[in-house]
């Protein structure tokens, strides 16, 4: 269930060094190897929340929780669900040989057969925005709330699509932040992404770094409705977040009316069940 083929950062680096990473590969974070030791994990929060360190060894979280290859998919489940972490090392002694995410572990869950419906896992307190809401505000609005996605509404109440942290903290966001920050470069496009062209407000986002966002309705930017029903089997509802690449589902009821959202996190805790 493990991914063998770890990318990893080394120390000595930099911050230029683990956004080449992200961006190379498309991830989010890497561990961190010294002397063919794992000492550490860098995310993309951590680049955010430390604008002013280069270094990777201030970057980084050193001595990260880590599991053994031997150990059972439930200590992993059970480490996952119960901290707020989202991916964790996997070694072989000392060695790093693979790495396993919360998302790994939804994609099993896809290729099962669990009948289990989600109802159980439903979280009821949702943070919903409406669709012509600047994306500056929902930003606000997520932060505020401490919410990772909100369901999007259209005036009729329906849900119409999904804005999450995906969306507001994108690479492309993180360099040109960073770029802006550091050597305060200026442009003369009119790029409506490049920071001399956003004239708005400036957020806090997710207590990690001041971002600014457009502010154009958040139905510009946002990914396209799915949704599942209570009595959706957990197997199903796994596959839906795979294709769409979200890690909260939108549940409704009977009437087509929000009634939560199931968690990534919540929805492995059904293997502890099994």
């Not at 949702?126 to 997520?142: A, Q």
């Not at 770094?209 to 957990?234: D, I, W």
Request: charged share 30%; hydrophobic share 45%.
């Amino acid at each position: 269930m493990m991914n063998k083929n770890v990318i990893y950062a080394t120390l000595p680096g930099t911050r230029e060094n683990v956004l080449e990473l992200f961006k190379k590969y498309e991830i989010s974070a890497v561990p961190v190897m010294k002397n063919d030791e794992l000492v550490g994990i860098v995310t993309r929060k951590d680049i955010l929340r430390k604008i002013e360190e280069d270094q990777l060894a201030l970057l980084m979280t050193p001595d990260p929780v880590t599991v053994q290859a031997s150990d059972s998919i439930n200590k992993v489940v059970e480490i996952l669900s119960t901290t707020p972490f989202r991916r964790l090392p996997v070694l072989d002694g000392k060695k790093l040989v693979g790495i396993i995410t919360v998302r790994d572990i939804i994609a099993k869950i896809a290729e099962m057969n669990i009948e289990m419906p989600v109802k159980d896992f439903v979280t009821p307190r949702v943070v919903c925005v409406w669709d012509e809401t600047p994306l500056s505000i929902v930003g606000e609005v997520m932060r505020l709330s401490n919410s990772e996605l909100c369901p999007v509404l259209d005036s009729s109440a329906s849900v119409v699509g999904v804005v999450d942290e995906k969306i507001m903290l994108t690479e492309t966001l993180i360099e040109d932040f960073i770029e802006q920050t550091q050597y305060s470069s200026s442009s003369d496009t009119d790029d409506a992404w490049t920071w001399d062209a956003i004239r708005d407000i400036t957020i806090k986002y997710f207590e990690v770094s001041v971002v600014k966002l457009p502010k154009e309705p958040v139905k510009n930017f946002m990914k396209k409705a799915v949704f599942v029903y209570p009595q959706t089997p957990v197997s199903k509802c796994a596959r839906e977040m795979v294709r769409n690449d979200i890690d909260h589902m939108p549940v409704l009821d009977a009437e087509n009316r929000l009634m939560g959202l199931v968690h990534d996190k919540d929805i492995i805790k059904v293997l502890l069940k099994k």
